[in-house]
């Protein structure tokens, strides 16, 4: 059994990011990139997985610069058996990343293809249900809990109003939420000792036909700046002043 | 072929949706999944597939490509269900899509916030059909004409994942994603009793509903549903009540559009404090039963 786990490289998410003064990107200067906090709770649990079924092999994919062999290396280190890298300086919006990962697809032939449900940059939360439509695979997005039995798989997933249980034929796109697990931790040395495992680096079978293009990027709106109140009395006559209660 | 098609996954989401196809400027139909009564807010006509429960992604999704081919932008409210159906109709349809929406310059340019809200990206749509999941916040309802003229539709569902369960959490109160008053806590709030006991309680007394951080949800403290942030609910409510959270990135992404912050926290050098139009340095356990008090006193 086969699991395919792309993955993303973005800014670290912890980081304070604006945009640069002229609004053609973010400004980068500085700032660390990892790997997307999503994919990082697939990986681990494509390697949970492994621990109960050890026929599984886990390929993690990514698309986009060189450098994302960083993110690579890492899934490598967290137990990830071999990895691709589809290097392409283009831009790549998620249709797109969505027809690259299709085509990848139908050659390694995976049973299930575990991914975050949103990269933390551009938060669009699109590619693993676009993906599951151009295969016609059954997906299971936003996953709290993976249980793979004969042929297919059930996930719990975390919906509007609490969660339910889908059961999918495999093979399946399966997107993964926050309370999946909790990634196990890699230091650097783990990184580096990564290194001997495969990193196949091709180019992409597929040009990127965007559909959508970021003309530029703003600032947020300032809100108004605020102020503290000194005890609850203040509060509470301040928000009736309001009219906010 | 400028058309909007509306898809309304339950009566309640035909006026909003109605609000952003009129911001959009063209003709539209809504299509409502379930539910069998939608007020006409300007459709020109209004679909009912009059299913009892709506279908997981992959089974649904196929009747409706058929159906959306007679439009050039097919469009739902953001939430946790139409990001799961409304990104795989795109993938199927091969269209352009724009994820939560917050304002529109033309049917062809929208501006959404990205990386936590840490920018609002200018996007343009280079192919049609549209895609779009938007955040009502920012487009006003248009007034009710009275009941639209249902015209019932067979969707037809293809094979796909099999629901085998499902649980609901919470109920009684109102919608987080609608309502006017919202209370949310974080971490220190110890366990699931305590929150329900401190948070939900302050929030009943205001007739409002209730949100958590990832931090509280992760821990058990609050359920899936509530988490409020980048990552799970948005929130716009006229008054929004944080009590013991930090103000992380992730979460105020959240919150921005509340018009009313409140920050209740015992580190006066919490981040939330720089969003807070009033913040209160204080121990929650202390605050909280002072406000419900104070409330109490001046009814
Ligand atoms: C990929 C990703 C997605 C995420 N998505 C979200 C999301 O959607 N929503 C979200 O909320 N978070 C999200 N997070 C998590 C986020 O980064 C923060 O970790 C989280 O919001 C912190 O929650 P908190 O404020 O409850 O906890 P903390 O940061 O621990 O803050 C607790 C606060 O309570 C105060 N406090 C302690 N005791 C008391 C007391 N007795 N009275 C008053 N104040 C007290 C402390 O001073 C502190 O400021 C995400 C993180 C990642 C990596
Ligand atoms: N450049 C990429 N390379 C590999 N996987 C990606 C890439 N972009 C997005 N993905 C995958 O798609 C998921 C959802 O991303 P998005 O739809 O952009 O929010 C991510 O969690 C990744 O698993």
Partial sequence: ?245 | MAKTLVIAFDPAEVASGAGFATALGQPFDVLLITGNAANNAGAERTFLAGLDSVPPADSLTPSLVALARGYSHIVAVSSMRSKDIMARLAGALDAAMVTDAIAIESPTVYKRPIVAGAAIATVETLTEPVVVTFRPAGFPEPAQQGEATLEPITLELSQGSKRISESMHGGGRPDLTQARVVVSGGRPLKDAATFEKVIGGLADQLGGAVGATRAAVDSGIASNELQVGQTGKIVAPDLYIAAGISGSTQHMAGIKDSKTIVAINNDPSAPIFEFADLGLVADLYDAIPAIRAALDRGK
């Fill in chain 1, 1 to 245: 059994m086969k699991i395919l786990v792309p993955v993303k490289r973005v800014l670290d998410p912890f980081a304070k990011v604006r945009p640069l003064p002229d609004g053609s990107g973010m400004d980068t200067a500085g700032v660390k990139f990892e790997m997307n906090p999503f994919d990082e709770i697939a990986i681990e649990e494509a390697v949970r997985q492994r621990d109960q079924h050890p026929e599984i092999e886990i390929v993690a994919v990514s698309i986009g610069l060189p450098e994302a062999e960083d993110q690579l290396r890492k899934a490598l280190a967290m137990g990830a058996d071999k990895a691709i890298l589809i290097e392409s300086t283009e831009t790549f919006d998620p249709p797109s990343i969505a027809d690259e990962l299709a085509a990848l697809a139908r050659a390694e032939q995976p049973d299930i293809i575990l991914m975050g449900k949103q990269a933390t940059d551009d938060d669009s939360n699109q590619v693993g249900q676009m993906l599951a439509a151009k295969l016609g695979w059954p997906q299971a997005t936003f996953a709290s809990k993976i249980v793979i039995v004969a042929g297919s798989v059930q996930v719990t997933r975390e919906t509007d109003t609490g969660d339910e249980v889908l059961e999918c034929a495999l093979p399946a796109v399966v997107t993964v939420d926050l309370r999946l697990n909790e990634p196990r931790y890699i230091a650097l040395p783990g990184i580096i000792k990564a290194r001997s495992k495969p990193l196949d680096r091709r180019a992409p079978t597929t040009s990127p036909r965007p559909r959508t293009r970021v003309r530029r990027l703003d600032p947020p709106p300032a809100r108004a700046p605020g102020r503290k109140v000194a005890s609850v009395d203040e509060l509470v006559g301040a928000l009736r002043e309001r009219g906010a209660i």
